[in-house]
């Protein structure tokens, strides 16, 4: 269980919170303000059941493969990861610090057909309440809190022992700048300007290393590459330098 003065502390940034609750209604659209996400997602769900496959010894052919394992999906939006983690068996909890993304994710979740356990909290309120998971799920949410260390540890603090956490972020460089602000915001509009705080983002050595501090051992990183002759992402080995995604675990024992 998380120490009182850890669990009071919340990480939630009220002015990153007000921006995604004012594009809550357009989750769904994947012409609307998050189409890159809905772009992203392939790749993003290509890394996440092949980890949690990994790590769990599951047969992604097999009929409802994450069965038995309690996945948590924080930031979960409208859902996007949510849904399909449901229809791969898991039982699912989706998390949102953004009051409205909760109703427009259990209204589609319904016409779905799809039991999800959607909730609008935080990660510390969770972690102090005993929650525990197989799985974390932390997509595009960690450059988006008040403090990451803090956030980590309530990630870490939310998993079993041997609980895999799945975190994705984006570099903080001068080709994220240009990429994420300048292209993604200014020239695409894909975003409204100011979703993003260039300051802000993590880079792949700085998350390790904040993972570690939080008490969860880095296993994997890989970069998240977008194609623009073929409008779509893929997994990398090297190329980190814009998007990327990191498995870590929780150890199964705290050695001394």
């Excluded at 769904?28 to 809905?38: A, I, N, R, S, V």
Aim: proline share 6%; aromatic share 8%; charged share 25%.
């Amino acid at each position: 269980m998380p120490s009182p003065d850890r669990a009071a502390r919340s990480t939630i940034d009220p002015d990153e919170v007000a921006k995604f609750e004012a594009m809550s209604a357009e989750w769904w659209d994947t012409e609307g303000k998050f189409k890159p996400l809905h772009m992203l997602n392939p790749c993003r769900l290509d890394y996440i059941t092949g980890q949690i496959a990994a790590q769990f010894d599951r047969d992604l052919g097999a009929q409802a493969p994450f069965a038995g394992l309690r996945l948590l999906d924080i930031g979960c939006g409208g859902g996007l990861l949510c849904e399909p983690m449901a229809r791969l068996g898991a039982t699912v909890v989706g998390a949102d610090a953004a009051e409205r993304n909760i109703p427009v994710a259990r209204l589609h979740a319904e016409q779905s057909g799809l039991e999800i356990d959607y909730r609008h909290t935080t990660a510390e309120a969770m972690a102090e309440a005993g929650e525990a998971f197989d799985v974390v799920l932390n997509m595009e949410v960690v450059e988006h809190v008040a403090s990451p260390i803090d956030y980590l540890t309530a990630c870490h603090d939310l998993l079993k022992p041997g609980g895999l956490h799945i975190c994705s972020t984006l570099n903080r460089n001068a080709k994220s700048y240009v990429m994420a602000i300048i292209g993604a915001e200014q020239v695409m509009r894909w975003l409204p300007k100011g979703t993003h705080d260039w300051n802000k983002f993590i880079t792949p050595d700085e998350l390790y290393d904040l993972m570690r501090r939080a008490g969860l051992t880095p296993v994997d990183r890989k970069g998240m590459v977008f194609n623009p002759l073929g409008w779509s992402w893929r997994l990398s080995e090297r190329d980190l330098s814009v998007n990327y995604v990191t498995a870590s675990l929780r150890p199964e024992r705290v050695t001394l």
